[in-house]
C-alpha cells in the first residue's frame, strides 16, 4: 500500500465460517460505514460457526445471518460495483496463496495475517 490505511478490506480464509467472518464483524464494530469490509473462504462451509456467532454477539456484533461464500462471489471481478478492495487479508495460507493470484483484480495488494481456527 502506499502509506494510506486502507478504505477497504476483504478478509478470506479456508471456510468463511469462523476467522474471516469475525474478523470482518470486529471491523465493522470498530469503523462502521467508514470502512467497506467483507468475508470469503476458499472452500465455503454450509454455515457459520455456533460458537463465533455466540462470541461476537458478547461483543456487539450479529454474524449469526452470515451466509459463507467463496471468491467466486465477486466475480466477474471487473464489474465488481466498488471496485477492487484495498486489501484482501487471508488468515489462512491456502487463502493466501489464492488472492494473492487475485492481485490487483480483486485487491490491491494482500497479506498473510497467520490466525488458526480454535481448537
Given at each position: 500500500m502506499d502509506g494510506q490505511p486502507p478504505t477497504s478490506?476483504?478478509?478470506?480464509?479456508?471456510?468463511?465460517?469462523?476467522?474471516?467472518?469475525m474478523a470482518a464483524?470486529?471491523?465493522?464494530?470498530r469503523f462502521g460505514p467508514l470502512m467497506r469490509t467483507d468475508s470469503v473462504g476458499l472452500r465455503p462451509g454450509e454455515e457459520v460457526s455456533y460458537m463465533a456467532a455466540f462470541v461476537m454477539d458478547e461483543l456487539g456484533a450479529d454474524i449469526s445471518k452470515h451466509r459463507p461464500k467463496g471468491f467466486e462471489h465477486f466475480e466477474p471481478f471487473d464489474e465488481m460495483e466498488d471496485g477492487p478492495f484495498?486489501?484482501?487479508?487471508?488468515l489462512s495460507p491456502e487463502a493466501h496463496?489464492?488472492?494473492?493470484n487475485l492481485v490487483p483484480v480483486l485487491g490491491r495488494a494482500a497479506e498473510y495475517w497467520p490466525t488458526f481456527d480454535p481448537p
Open positions: 478490506v476483504l478478509f478470506a480464509c479456508t471456510h468463511n465460517i469462523i476467522r474471516s467472518p464483524a470486529l471491523v465493522r464494530l484495498d486489501l484482501i487479508v487471508s496463496h489464492r488472492a494473492l
